[in-house]
């Protein structure tokens, strides 16, 4: 097993570690963004091994796990969690209720797909995560060296598309830029936001830390996403474990209890969300 | 979370944990790191939302 192939493992593990780390902290607080965070970890965990299994072998149902809940889903989970911590409004629970049925229709439409999925296009030689989509190749656009292509009807026209696992123009692949575009503004800009505030009034540098930390470690996962499906799939593997390892990092980093809390925290126990 | 709590005695503890005054990685870093970080996930979103529209083909 080479060094690319084992990285997804360790950070699977590192999301196994971090996610037990959440729903522990849920048990206990009862608060809904841990319960948020939580199963958006164990959907980004899922995703990882995911990707460590297609890098080995071809399962149409490891497939579904990787592409529901690690292209799609994780990071509109996360990115709400941290919404939820932010804003207890009202018109968040809407959001709440429209995120649930937008993963589940994203399930369904993932389902629908299974039967159609094309794993004669599939090798264990590149990341799952540049041969999941067949693309249509506009007129007089070469392949890439080594692409599979194939002629097949689209819209009523005949077109030369370079073949990937799940069919062209499959319905699923819509809903996954509305799950990121929301996880990246709301755990990104969640934790930029938050790291501004604390930093404006001078105080919690370990809140300041943390937020940048977890920032940090959502960029690193999503740059190398869009980084991979624009064909440069070098650094994904890497930008997974970096991920892990930072927003890990950045969680324990605001969550740790400050000297002049911690000596007083028994008697007054502040919000340390 | 802490309604019951009179809130100048929270706000009072809270504040007692300061950022170390001249310190670089606070004065400098961290400001360039969220407006750099901030720029990044711009790009990241206009990308996604390009992908969504059909701007961007991959």
């Not at chain 1, 070469?142 to 069919?167: D, F, H, N, S």
């Not at chain 1, 440069?232 to 950045?250: H, S």
């Amino acid at each position: 097993m080479s060094l690319n192939q084992l990285l997804p493992f360790v950070s699977t593990a590192v999301m196994l570690v971090f996610t037990i780390y959440v729903l522990q902290r849920y048990s206990v607080r009862r608060a809904p963004h841990f319960l948020f965070w939580g199963i958006g970890l164990a959907m980004f965990g899922a995703g990882s091994f995911a990707e460590a299994y297609l890098a080995l072998a071809w399962n149409k149902w490891v497939f579904f796990v990787w592409y529901l809940f690690g292209a799609a889903l994780n990071a509109g989970w996360i990115g709400h969690g941290t919404l939820l911590l932010l804003s207890r409004k009202k018109w968040v629970h809407v959001i709440t209720a429209v995120l649930v049925l937008g993963s589940l229709f994203a399930a369904y439409l993932m389902l629908q797909a299974m039967p159609n999925l094309d794993e004669g296009a599939f090798t264990t030689g590149k990341p799952v995560s540049e041969q999941y989509g067949t693309k249509a190749l506009e007129s007089g656009q070469t392949p890439p060296a080594g692409a599979k292509t194939e002629t097949v009807t689209y819209r009523g026209e005949q077109v030369t598309a370079v073949r990937g696992i799940l069919p062209l123009g499959s319905p699923v692949r819509l809903t996954t830029p509305f799950f990121n575009i929301y996880g990246l503004l709301t755990l990104v800009g969640g934790a930029i936001w938050s790291a501004y505030l604390f930093w404006r009034k001078r105080v919690l540098p370990n809140r300041v830390l943390g937020n940048v930390l977890i920032a940090a470690g959502a960029l690193s996962i999503g740059s190398a996403s869009t980084l991979t499906r624009l064909g440069y799939g070098g650094l994904l593997y890497v930008g997974e474990l970096l991920a892990a390892i930072l927003m890990f990092a950045g969680f324990l980093t605001a969550a740790r209890p400050q000297p002049a809390e911690e000596s007083v925290a028994p008697a007054i126990p502040v919000a340390t969300d | 979370m802490s309604q019951s709590r009179d809130p100048e005695q929270v706000k009072k503890l809270r504040t007692r944990s300061h950022m170390p005054q001249g310190s670089l990685l606070f004065e400098k870093v961290i400001p360039v790191l969220l407006v750099v970080m901030g720029v990044i996930m711009i790009l990241l979103v206009l990308f996604a939302a390009g992908v969504l529209l059909g701007i961007v083909h991959f």
